[in-house]
């Protein structure tokens, strides 16, 4: 039977209104994930990464589109079953994860707090914590207080305590925005390993291009919309009994070379983003030619196309000027008027005092 997948994004768009302005954060995504698939989430600062994974995570609802994940439907939930969700299928991590921890707790202390809090901690989760520790590589040092790790174990605590609630999925936000290149690929090292032997679903979001080497695919958000996806073409590295050593105090598993395709997507409207260093070298600016082949699509540079693509970009040049001024005209008329107001307000208490 073929598996259905964990996580469905479709045709995301989120929207955020700021002191009026709109942001578009999310604009037609579209994500499906396996259950136990390891992805990555890689793209510019703003293309949208964290906002996808607050959606994924049941922090944020999008402003359309549809969620689909471990059999919830994300934009359909209510505050409450939010929370449940959160709870039980979500384990976070991210790049200040550490700040949550408690220096003068140890290590174990820490991952076991939770568990204390809400008055859950048993035998079994006893075992559980033990087989965490074990597993993220942290056994000798679990009775040694979190000032005395260094950081790239203390976000390996961070993690444990992220895998309390034994989740379905982990969402990690650039887990090792912190760490040097060594702390990081020892991170996705772990990562790794965790997915197999708990069965979890990653998705990870990172800046480190070397990422590539540790995941089943890699997906490019541009955006707001994914725009590449890059498969690994022989899979199965990573395989149970594969050689290791021993790097530092974490494992690296040895990983032999690979072979990567990019592949482009398409949108729910059918267009695909064609990177901007491929127009340049062809000539390719506002029109194309399309001509449908036997076993593929041309697109070939339109010859002639300067002088309408001039005037298009003027055009639109001049109506972004004109939007901007309009905005800033707006927002600035709207900061003065609620200044005045307030400074009104403030003139007719102090005549009321009297
Ligand atoms: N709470 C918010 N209110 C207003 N705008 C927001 C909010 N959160 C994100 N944005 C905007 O939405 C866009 C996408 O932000 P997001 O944080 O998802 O990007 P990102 O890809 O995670 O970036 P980075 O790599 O820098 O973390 C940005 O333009 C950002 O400024
Ligand atoms: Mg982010």
Same mark, same amino acid.
């Given at each position: 039977m073929e598996q259905e997948p964990i996580i469905v994004c479709d045709n995301l768009v989120k929207i955020y209104r700021l002191l009026g302005l709109e942001v578009m954060?999310?604009?037609g995504l579209d994500l499906v994930a396996m259950p136990n698939e390891f992805v990555a989430i890689v793209g510019a600062s703003g293309s949208g990464k964290s906002t996808l994974m607050s959606i994924i995570g049941g922090l944020e609802q999008p402003t359309s589109g549809w969620v689909h994940v471990a059999g919830h439907e994300i934009n359909k939930m209510n505050q409450n079953e939010l929370n449940q969700y959160r709870q039980h299928f979500i384990g976070f991590i991210w790049? !200040?994860? #550490?700040?949550?921890?408690?220096?003068?707790?140890t290590c174990r202390e820490n991952i076991e707090l939770p568990l204390l809090i809400s008055g859950t901690l048993n035998s079994d989760k006893e075992a559980y914590i033990d087989r965490l520790l074990e597993l993220v590589n942290l056994t000798e040092r679990s !009775?040694?207080?979190?000032?005395?790790?260094?950081g790239g174990e203390q976000q390996r605590v961070a993690l444990c305590v992220a895998l309390i609630n034994q989740p379905t999925i982990l969402l990690a936000d650039e887990? #090792?925005?912190?760490?040097d290149s060594t702390l990081a690929q020892q991170m996705f090292t772990t990562l790794r390993k965790l997915q197999q032997e708990l069965n979890l679903t990653i998705v990870v979001v990172s !800046?480190?291009?070397?990422i590539a080497r540790f995941v089943d695919r890699v997906v490019t958000i541009r955006d707001g919309r994914v725009a590449t996806e890059t498969l690994k073409?022989?899979?199965?590295?990573?395989?149970?009994g594969e050689a290791q050593q021993t790097q530092g105090d974490a494992q690296v598993l040895e990983q032999p070379e690979h072979v990567y395709e990019e592949l482009a997507i398409f949108d729910s409207a059918g267009s695909i983003h064609i990177p901007d260093e491929y127009r340049m070298r062809l000539g390719i600016k506002r029109r194309a030619r399309i001509e449908l082949l036997e076993d593929g699509i041309m697109i070939r540079p339109v010859t002639n196309d300067d002088e309408t693509t001039m005037k298009t970009i003027q055009t639109m040049r001049e109506l972004k000027t004109q939007l901007e001024v309009d905005t800033q005209g707006n927002l600035l008329e709207r900061i003065y008027q609620s200044g005045r107001k307030a400074l009104a307000r403030r003139k007719e208490k102090k005549t009321d005092g009297k």
């Open positions: 954060a999310l604009q790049q !200040h994860a #550490t700040r949550n921890l408690l220096p003068y707790l !009775h040694h207080r979190l000032s005395e790790l260094s887990p #090792t925005g912190e760490l !800046h480190d291009i070397e073409q022989n899979n199965g590295y990573y395989q149970a």
